[in-house]
């Protein structure tokens, strides 16, 4: 399994017509471990909300970077979603299900809840005034992998 | 995303096909806030039938148009929502929230008679 290991990275602005094109390289580089159309669907729904993170509330007005790196290691995809933005104070309070600093642009409060449950391993980093790093990890059950077993 | 909105009777169907983030989220809130400011319709039916994608932002806009048409005295509904939208509508709670029908004509049977919905979560 050593050898399956391999590594990408991707690096935008934080436009929110970045949204759709970050998602789909990272459901694209993932496919090589042959996912599900549902194991698909959830990459995409928490890439989306970690990019989307980073754009409303890491940069707010401001245009900044965010960098997507990607792993595959046998049939683990781990993802990492990096910004240089404002970072969040109260970590806890943010990862409460339905929480949003920003109510008034009719924003759930749902994206950490969403990465949570749609990945297998969630975890984030912030400092304040200097960025955050969300990692998330999901193992990816091929069908030629169940039929090794 | 495409957004397609059009009277049936007292309804506002609002069809929108493709991906709905947090992109295509802002455009779809201006519009809708245009149009229902411009049309008398206490009701809103969304059917979602052409989506092939949703992420929190787009539960985010259906529920701030619920929030806002509910506490105007309107009703809200949803249909065809398709499978690969299902587990964050589940997750969210928005199913639970909104009625969710799966044909369009029982949603605009429920709008209209204000016959009850078959909620399916």
């Known amino acids: 399994m050593g050898s399956s290991r391999t590594f990408m990275k991707l690096e935008i602005e934080s436009l929110s017509e970045n949204e759709a094109f970050a998602r789909v390289v990272v459901a694209a580089f993932a496919a090589r471990l042959d996912p599900t159309l549902e194991e698909i669907s959830d990459i995409k729904t928490a890439v989306s909300e970690a990019v989307t993170n980073a754009i409303i509330h890491a940069y707010e007005d401001k245009v900044g970077l965010i960098c997507i790196r990607s792993y595959l290691d046998g049939n683990l995809l781990t993802v990492e979603v990096e910004d240089w ?6 970590l806890e309070k943010a990862r409460e299900p339905l929480y949003t600093s920003k109510p008034e642009l009719d924003r759930s409060g749902m994206g950490f809840t969403i990465m949570e449950n749609f990945m297998d391993e969630f975890s984030v980093r912030s400092a304040p005034g200097k960025g955050t790093v969300v990692t998330m990890v999901k193992e990816i059950r091929s069908k030629s992998k169940v039929k090794e077993n | 995303m495409k957004i397609e909105i059009e009277q049936r009777q007292a309804v506002l169907l609002v069809r929108l096909t493709g991906e709905l983030d947090h992109h295509h989220a802002e455009q779809l809130r201006e519009k809708l ?22 992420d929190s932002s ?26 690969v939208i299902s587990r964050i509508t589940e997750i969210s709670g928005l199913a639970r929230i909104i009625p969710f029908f799966d044909r369009e004509a029982d949603a605009l049977q429920h709008l209209l008679l204000g016959l009850p919905s078959k909620r399916r979560f």
Do not use: H, Q, W
């Open chain 1, 85 to 90: 933005g404002i970072g969040i104070d109260d």
């Open chain 2, 33 to 54: 806030d245009r149009e229902i400011a411009s049309r008398p319709s206490g009701a809103v039916l969304f059917n979602l039938g052409g989506l092939t994608f949703m």
């Open chain 2, 58 to 83: 787009g539960v985010g806009v259906l529920l701030g148009r619920y929030r806002k048409i509910d506490a105007a005295g309107g009703r809200v509904a949803v249909c065809e929502a398709p499978a």
